[in-house]
Each structure stands twice: as structure tokens, then as C-alpha cells.
């Protein structure tokens, strides 16, 4: 039998792609032992392709006070879900699959462009044009800093998305600026809460008016999210029928309001580490 053929990135329709993820072999290749649950990263072959991938079984997760025990990977796939229906297409291709250690999300690897900066700490008052003050961030043990984020149309989609998704755990670690100038976000195990969790280190934009672009992805969501939509069917499958309607809430939240969220005070704004 010929070996896989490894695909260049690009290569492949999305749906191509969910394919290969959610019927390729998986073979475990390492694990990130610095995750606070169970990540392997793998290849996934299928029909003569192959790719890297991350798998997290659902039996690595650990149990958290404030989520239902064994939910983070549906939880993943869920923000997979919404990202693809907004059409910024920010998560990587997400599934739900049996792996060698059961039930797991499996999701594409992306390769992250080093080179590329989103996110500052500045000893200023102000951060240069083109960056957002996110708010002082303390270094050792006496001195503080800016806090700073690109002013940049993909982080402000993706701030839309975790507010959406009630992101309660948006890191700097968790950006992967793509080589061909796409904006990727990983790990979406602690979201949909039907409390408000957001945590993000994208508040640059706390306050203002929303774009036009994203009322119309908002009102596009909203209509997919109405009983019987393709996006409240899908998110039934994988989140609780009060997490799901919370989603919906959120939504039409912003709708009214038009402006991107503001911190609650009921919730640190800001995780830490902030990468």
C-alpha cells in the first residue's frame, strides 16, 4: 500500500477536510504535556491523505466546578459550529469522533506564523497607533504594563465570536496567525456557560459600536438560531437546550445593544496568565 500523500495546506474543500478528520485512522504522535487536559497530537489518514491533527479525549478532560464533567470537546465543536456560521471561518475544521482513547475532538493542526505579533505589553500610557489598551498587566512584582492588542479586523471578528460563544478563557497562546494571512483560535473547551464567563484579553474595543459587518453576521446567526434553524439544530447535539437558548440570548443581546461587550465586574475580565 502507497504511503499517504501529506496535503498541502489549502488543498483541501472544507468538507474535505472534516472528512478526513472524522474518518482518517488516527495515529498519536506526542502530547502537549504543558495543557491542563489531555492533547495529542496526531496524524489522520484517510483515502490516501494525511495530516497532522490535536485530539482531546473527553477521558483527559478534567472536571472544572463550573461545567458539566465530560463536555469540553462537544463544547469545541460547538465554537467550530458558530465560527463557520458567522463565515470568518476563525476555528480550524472540529469534530466529534471515537479515538484510541474514545470520544474525543480531533482537530486540525495549523501552523502558526512566528513571525507574526498580536499582542503587546507596553511600559506607555498609550500603546502605539494601530494597537488597543486591553488594561495594566503586572510584571514581577512592582512594575506594571499596558496590556495590548492589534487593532486588527480578524481579532475584532473573533472578539464577536467569544462574545457569542461566552469565551471564558481567550489567551494570547490561543491566536495562531496563519503564513497565508488568515486568523486562526484554538482551544474553546470552556465556553457556551450560561452564566456570563467572558474572559478575553480582546477588550480594546469595550464599549464601541459594533461594525456593520458584524450585525449582519449577528442577524444571520440569529435567524440560524431560531427553532428549527440548521445552527439551533446543530448546537442541540452538543450543548444543553439552556446553553443553547443562553447562545441565542447573547446574540440578540448584541443585536440590541450594537456595541461590542463591556466587563461585567461579576468576573475577572482577564485570564491569567494572559498567554
Known sequence: MP?????????????????????????V?????EASNAVLLCSVGYDGQEADCVYKPVAGERPLWDFPDGTLAQR?????????????????????RDGPYGQGMVQLWIEGDPSASL????????????????????????????????????LRRLAVLDAVINNGDRKGGHLLPAPDGRLYAID??????????????????????????ALD???????????????????????????V???????????TSARHPEPSGQWPAIPWPPV
Open 188 to 213: 474553546h473547551g470552556v465556553t457556551f456557560n450560561v452564566d456570563d464567563k467572558l474572559r478575553t484579553l480582546l477588550w480594546g474595543w469595550a464599549g464601541e459600536p459594533l461594525p456593520e459587518e
Open 76 to 96: 469545541e465543536v460547538a465554537a467550530y459550529e458558530v465560527s463557520e456560521a458567522t463565515g470568518w471561518g476563525l476555528v480550524p475544521p472540529t469534530v466529534l
Open 3 to 27: 504511503a499517504p500523500e501529506r496535503i498541502p495546506p489549502g488543498s483541501l474543500t472544507a468538507v474535505e477536510l472534516l472528512d478526513l478528520l472524522a474518518k482518517g485512522e488516527l495515529t
Open 119 to 154: 499582542l503587546a505589553l507596553v511600559e506607555e500610557e498609550e500603546p502605539a497607533v494601530g494597537w488597543k489598551a486591553v488594561g495594566p498587566a503586572r510584571i514581577g512584582e512592582d512594575r506594571t504594563a499596558l496590556l495590548v492588542h492589534a487593532d486588527d479586523v480578524r
Open 217 to 243: 453576521t449577528l442577524t444571520r446567526l440569529n435567524a440560524s438560531l431560531a427553532p428549527g434553524g440548521p445552527l439551533m439544530t446543530r448546537l442541540a447535539e452538543l450543548l444543553t437546550p439552556a446553553e
Open 29 to 33: 504522535r506526542g502530547q502537549v504535556r
Open 245 to 255: 437558548t443562553a447562545t441565542r440570548a447573547r446574540v440578540a443581546a448584541l443585536l
